[in-house]
């Protein structure tokens, strides 16, 4: 088997940069705090670490509103603030991934004040501008991520224009040249700087349906979905010519040596696979966010891993995610115990798994008080439980005040268990959940057969998943996991002598030797080495 690479070979950790660590007492979370904490992450055993966007931004949309590519916001830093954290991460031999939000400016980026200051300007056409329908509505019916149109009207100029998300974002025009020319000019910006890859922000959004054709109903969706989902995403989202722009965007940091290219996609597998591009020109990781979209259960979990196998084209290399600074907590979405079977999943899989802040904690939704909301989207549309805040909660380091995250106010309220569920306790504590993470990614480290092997499924049976890692010159290894709720008994392989216990989700059964069959906790995952006969 060739030699895997950094991002294949390696795990990727993600930063929510306001809530990790507050270096000035201002409540929010800032590079010099990342750069405190980078010890914290080595000895976790991560490979790379992508933060969230830290450019100059109004903060509409928390960072997402970009008003230049360029620079760094003076609440998180300055550049020379972000060169330093590059060079201690490298020092630690840890990469550093940036995201690049290339759908979406801030309404403040120069380029769109450019814009929209008259229908003559140079820019004009740098993002998406179209005049009123007929009776002076908005173009189409395309709906705004966050609510409402997905249009807003400029009473200067006399047009709209179109933002898939806030009307503080609009959308880049990506079939105009300059702007593309522009955008990888910005990759280069910090390819040249040093950063190890992107993680690029709504990759499938990028271009839009050239006659601007109305989205069809979507006839499943419920009132108590977002009113996006009225919609079915047809000509707004994953257009055919994106591919060219992300075939584009790889040949940039192909110039480069060893960086990665990790796309943000929300599709069903067959179209997301196809953000590998051909001949594997495009994505090295379209993010496959299965593992938060399937529900937890053994049979459905199973055929989703057998489903993206099965889909991948040759030489697309796999990766899984459970969370993200979008999603709900896992250990919220399936429960603690199971959250303890989701790491053994996530870290045993084949392909390169990301983990986000805090979920090696078992941090959980933080319940947000109305005077508290920051999301956007909560605001927009309340009380449907959309918001995002609850996930984006202060990392909790110690017992100290606000958990040792800011000596001033935290912008969101910790964990309520902070006093407990905090770096320094769960560290100190040889059977917490971090632990448990800590010996999943050095076990991943040490072996070839989890971070290289192959993927092989087993019968799965009732609530327990089981599948088998081989490698060409390593034991097989063979991973149970329990997703219910009694005990289970599995057989091993039939060519199996003997296997042995090499970690448990309980950490308490390592070196156990088991023959013909064992045991499976309620929640409990183990991975076994096999002897064969
Ligand atoms: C992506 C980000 C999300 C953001 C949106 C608009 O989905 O992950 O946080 O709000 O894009 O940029
Ligand atoms: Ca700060």
């Known amino acids: 088997m060739a030699e895997a690479l950094w991002w294949q070979r390696g795990v990727i950790y993600q930063i929510y940069p306001r809530s990790f660590q507050d270096s000035n007492a201002d409540g929010i979370g800032d590079l010099a705090g990342i750069r405190q904490r980078l010890d914290y992450l080595w000895g976790l055993g991560v490979d790379a670490v992508w933060i969230s966007p830290v450019y100059p931004s109004p903060m509409a949309d928390f960072g997402y509103d970009i008003a230049d590519y360029c620079d760094i916001d003076p609440i998180f830093g300055r550049l020379g603030d972000f060169d330093r954290l590059l060079a201690e991460v490298h020092a630690r031999g840890l990469k550093l991934i940036l995201d690049f939000v290339p759908n979406h400016t801030s309404e403040q980026h120069p380029w769109f004040l450019e814009s929209r200051s008259s229908r003559q300007n140079p820019k004009r056409d740098w993002y998406i501008w179209r005049d009123p329908a007929p009776d002076g509505g908005p173009p189409n019916n395309w709906l705004a991520n966050f609510g409402g149109s997905g249009w807003t009207f400029d009473g200067a100029t006399g047009q709209y224009y179109y933002h898939a998300f806030l009307q503080q974002q609009p959308d880049l025009n990506w079939r105009n040249p300059e702007v593309r020319k522009a955008m990888y000019d910005v990759l280069r910006f910090w390819l040249d700087r040093g950063v190890d890859g992107f993680r690029v922000d709504v990759l499938w959004l990028l271009i839009k349906d050239e006659q601007f054709r109305d989205n069809p109903p979507n006839p499943a969706w419920q009132p108590h979905q977002a009113a996006i989902e009225r919609l079915v995403q047809r000509y707004s989202a994953d257009r055919p010519e994106v591919h060219a722009v992300v075939a584009e965007m790889r040949a940039v940091l192909d110039t480069y040596a060893d960086r990665v290219l990790i796309g943000e996609i929300y599709l069903p597998l067959k179209w997301l696979v196809a953000y590998y591009g051909k001949g594997m020109n495009e994505a090295h990781l379209p993010f496959?966010?299965?593992?938060?979209?399937?529900?937890?259960?053994?049979?459905?979990?199973?055929?989703?891993?057998?489903?993206?196998?099965?889909?991948?084209?040759?030489?697309?290399?796999?990766?899984?995610?459970?969370?993200?600074?979008?999603?709900?907590?896992?250990?919220?979405?399936?429960?603690?115990?199971?959250?303890?079977?989701?790491?053994?999943?996530?870290?045993?899989?084949?392909?390169?798994?990301?983990?986000?802040?805090?979920?090696?904690?078992?941090?959980?939704?933080?319940?947000?008080?109305?005077?508290?909301?920051?999301?956007?989207?909560?605001?927009?549309?309340?009380?449907?439980?959309?918001?995002?805040?609850?996930?984006?909660?202060?990392?909790?380091?110690?017992?100290?005040?606000?958990?040792?995250?800011?000596?001033?106010?935290?912008?969101?309220?910790?964990?309520?268990?902070?006093?407990?569920?905090?770096?320094?306790?769960?560290?100190?504590?040889?059977?917490?959940?971090?632990?448990?993470?800590?010996?999943?990614?050095?076990?991943?480290?040490?072996?070839?057969?989890?971070?290289?092997?192959?993927?092989?499924?087993?019968?799965?049976?009732?609530?327990?998943?089981?599948?088998?890692?081989?490698?060409?010159?390593?034991?097989?290894?063979?991973?149970?996991?329990?997703?219910?709720?009694?005990?289970?008994?599995?057989?091993?392989?039939?060519?199996?002598?003997?296997?042995?216990?090499?970690?448990?989700?309980?950490?308490?059964?390592?070196?156990?030797?088991?023959?013909?069959?064992?045991?499976?906790?309620?929640?409990?995952?183990?991975?076994?080495?096999?002897?064969?006969?």
């Open 288 to 533: 496959n966010f299965q593992l938060i979209l399937t529900a937890w259960e053994a049979q459905a979990i199973a055929r989703i891993v057998a489903d993206y196998e099965a889909a991948l084209p040759p030489g697309g290399w796999p990766n899984w995610v459970l969370g993200n600074h979008d999603q709900k907590r896992i250990a919220s979405r399936i429960g603690r115990p199971q959250a303890r079977v989701a790491a053994m999943l996530l870290l045993t899989l084949r392909g390169t798994p990301t983990l986000y802040y805090g979920d090696e904690l078992g941090l959980e939704n933080v319940a947000i008080p109305a005077d508290r909301v920051q999301d956007p989207w909560e605001k927009n549309e309340p009380g449907l439980g959309l918001g995002r805040d609850p996930a984006r909660t202060p990392m909790p380091w110690d017992a100290s005040q606000n958990a040792g995250f800011t000596a001033g106010f935290p912008w969101l309220p910790l964990n309520p268990d902070h006093t407990t569920r905090n770096v320094a306790s769960l560290a100190a504590d040889p059977h917490s959940i971090l632990s448990l993470y800590r010996r999943l990614i050095a076990l991943r480290r040490d072996r070839a057969t989890l971070h290289s092997g192959n993927y092989v499924a087993s019968h799965t049976e009732g609530d327990v998943m089981t599948f088998e890692r081989r490698h060409d010159q390593e034991p097989t290894l063979l991973v149970a996991l329990n997703l219910g709720g009694s005990l289970q008994r599995v057989a091993l392989p039939d060519d199996a002598k003997e296997a042995r216990v090499l970690l448990s989700t309980e950490l308490d059964r390592d070196g156990e030797v088991v023959r013909a069959g064992f045991d499976v906790r309620p929640a409990e995952g183990i991975i076994l080495e096999i002897s064969q006969t």
